[in-house]
């Protein structure tokens, strides 16, 4: 296995373990972490990516989303909770005001695409 390969699997493995956390604890979205997983193992390994979508935390939490390409209103909530609290974090550390501008401009992104982009199920 090339080294990038295994740093794709470890990152999956990472965003895994990340993904179980968030089942367990209601602050921290399982959502996107899966999805990175999954992404991680996609272009890690083949064996890899046929494992994770056959376990049941995937078929739960990310085969619908893959497949209908919508969330519910309760995972959208969740997800823009958990990264509004992440960037206010950013937001009052900066103490530039291009950094903080960006900030801003990302979470008015986040919304839209939220809002616009992904269905609600």
């Known amino acids: ?4 390969n295994m740093i794709f699997v470890i990152l999956g493995f990472f965003f895994l373990s990340l993904g179980m956390v968030g ?3 209601p602050l921290i979205p ?6 990175l997983a999954s992404y991680f193992f996609v272009k890690g390994s083949k064996k890899f990516e046929v494992w994770f979508k056959g376990t049941a935390i995937y078929k739960q939490h990310l085969e619908e989303f893959i497949k209908e390409r919508s969330l519910t209103l309760r995972k959208k909530i ?3 909770l958990f990264s509004d609290t992440m960037i ?3 937001f009052i550390m900066a103490e530039s005001t291009v950094v903080r501008v960006l900030l ?3 979470v008015l992104y986040k ?3 939220f809002i616009f982009k992904i269905k609600t199920a």
């Open 1 to 4: 296995m090339k080294v990038k």
């Open 23 to 25: 089942i367990v604890l």
């Open 30 to 35: 399982t959502t996107p972490f899966l999805l």
């Open 78 to 80: 969740m997800i823009n």
């Open 88 to 90: 206010a974090i950013s």
């Open 104 to 106: 801003v401009l990302i």
């Open 111 to 113: 919304y839209y695409y």
